[in-house]
């Protein structure tokens, strides 16, 4: 829907601005930044503002205001930004100190000026506050002090990379946070480490919920044979690491039903038989074979906070995630699964959990940790609007 913007505190509530790079939710990091703006909206009016789109415009979407200015990121400029973030930091700490000459440039080229019209649209909008998302957005902050430099300001990290997590050039961007959110206690202590002021750094997790009607019918291709799933990103031709672990697995359990879900396709393996059905696309197929399944393979692991493998602890589904991966988490400290850091690791691991006793001791710890830390709507927002110093009301807790 389109049309003109509200005028700025039409509704007499605190007006928030949320500046986002993609305004999105198909990854994990657009997901987690909607959940939060949304969180935003039970109390202030939330307008969203980013450079996506192909010319200026202000849109309704749900209860957001969003403000496209027309002028994106360009996915060239943010890929050359994260190669030279990853290989500076693989050369070696660069610690506190400058930067090589250049370095900088190179890291903001094509990056701020997409940023400047949003100076134009906080100046009309006179929001009481800001909340940034993902702390590469330097453009954004300086829109944001360009206009109001006295405006108090709350950074949702998105720390997906810990290289870029505590690279020095972003480190003005947590300094000029009040209060910085992460999703996970792994990203919320890197952040704390790296920059200090843990006092300021609030973890939110996200609000996620197991879906009633998942456990009324299984997928039609694996029934509820207390299959293996495993949640591949590799197509079912592929012939990199992670396609080569999804075949190890239906090759190492030749007697027990292997699930896969690949890119293009869903294969169902038995006794070396295999079923194909079409990709699996929406949440709800994703949950029913999670939630049949013994156990969930997470061989992504998610950038963010792997929804999938918290989802799986949600259905009392332990987890087998990689031991690199934001899902160990999940599986350490909620206490819901296993890790592994190669092919030998992988198959022991499968291995212990289709022992009925072990299963049953990670699923019945997986899921209240789960539910504890990710299953309540309630909770989450109760941490966002605390975070950006709001009460339920909407008003600053320091009125």
Not at 206 to 217: D, K, T, Y
Not at 315 to 343: C, K, M, N, Q
Request: proline letters at 7%; glycine letters at 10%.
């Amino acid at each position: 829907m389109n049309g003109p913007a509200p005028s700025p505190g039409s509704t007499g509530r605190t007006v928030a601005a949320v500046l986002v790079p993609h305004w999105e939710s198909k990854t994990e990091e657009g997901w987690l930044t909607r959940q939060v703006a949304g969180s935003l909206a039970c109390a202030t009016e939330v307008h969203v503002i980013t450079p996506d789109g192909t010319g200026a415009r202000a849109s309704t979407d749900g209860p957001f205001t969003v403000h496209r200015t027309g002028t994106p990121l360009r996915p060239e400029a943010e890929a050359r930004r994260d190669y030279l973030v990853a290989s500076m930091a693989a050369t070696g700490p660069t610690g506190d100190g400058p930067l090589p000459v250049g370095a900088a440039a190179v890291l903001d080229r094509d990056l701020l000026e997409p940023w400047s019209a949003a100076g134009g649209v906080l100046a009309a909008l006179r929001p009481d506050l800001v909340v940034v998302a993902d702390h590469r957005s330097v453009g954004a902050l300086a829109a944001v002090d360009r206009v109001a430099p006295e405006l108090p300001v709350t950074l949702v990290a998105l720390g997906s990379d810990l290289d870029s997590l505590g690279f020095p050039h972003y480190r003005p961007v947590f300094d000029r946070a009040g209060t910085v959110l992460a999703v996970t206690e792994s990203e919320r202590r890197a952040i704390a480490d790296r920059h200090g002021g843990a006092d300021r750094v609030v973890r939110i997790g996200a609000p996620l919920a197991a879906n009633p009607s998942a456990r009324s019918e299984p997928n039609t291709w694996v029934g509820d044979t207390e299959y293996v799933f495993v949640v591949s990103g590799s197509a079912s031709d592929a012939h990199d690491e992670e396609a080569e672990l999804t075949r190890l697995l239906r090759l190492r359990f030749p007697d027990n039903p292997v699930g896969i879900a690949h890119t293009d396709t869903f294969c169902a393996w038995h006794r070396g038989r295999v079923e194909e059905g079409w990709a699996i696309e929406r949440s709800s197929d994703m949950a029913r074979l999670m939630a049949w399944a013994r156990v969930t393979v997470d061989l992504r692991g998610g950038r963010l906070f792997a929804r999938r493998s918290v989802e799986s602890l949600l259905y009392g589904t332990p987890i087998i995630v990689p031991a690199d991966s934001r899902a160990r988490e999940h599986a350490e400290r909620g206490r819901g699964g296993l890790w592994f850091a190669d092919a030998a690791e992988l198959t022991w691991c499968v291995e212990a959990l289709l022992q009925p006793t072990t299963r049953a001791a990670l699923s019945t710890q997986g899921r209240a940790y789960a539910e504890d830390e990710y299953g309540s709507t309630d909770r989450f927002i109760a941490r966002v609007l605390d975070g950006c110093g709001l009460s339920a009301a909407g008003a600053p807790v320091n009125a």
